[in-house]
């Protein structure tokens, strides 16, 4: 499913604008940027899942066509997992 998609069923669904949809993604999306940019930034959503973000340090790892190893940098990273609902409805 595409962002396009989701408005278009977050529209049907609600009964709403497919701009009122579309703002109401957008607003959702940069909330959950800004509160992961936070040092201990976790946006909880009962029953879907959990977004955090997770320090992964500095590594070697492989270069896949050569087999030559190569230094992948510290990074954060977001992790999402499923909350109870989900896994039950997949």
Known sequence: MT????IDKMAKDAG???VAAS????SFMD???EELKRQDGKVTL???GTFSK????????RNPQTGEPI?????NVV??????KLKEAI
């Open 79 to 84: 992790k999402f997992k499923a909350g109870k």
């Open 54 to 61: 997770v320090y992964r340090k500095a590594r070697t790892g």
């Open 3 to 6: 962002k396009v998609e989701l």
């Open 16 to 18: 709403i604008s497919k």
């Open 71 to 75: 230094k992948i940098g510290a990074c």
């Open 46 to 48: 009962v029953g879907f």
């Open 31 to 33: 909330s959950t940027a």
């Open 23 to 26: 703002s109401a993604l957008t």
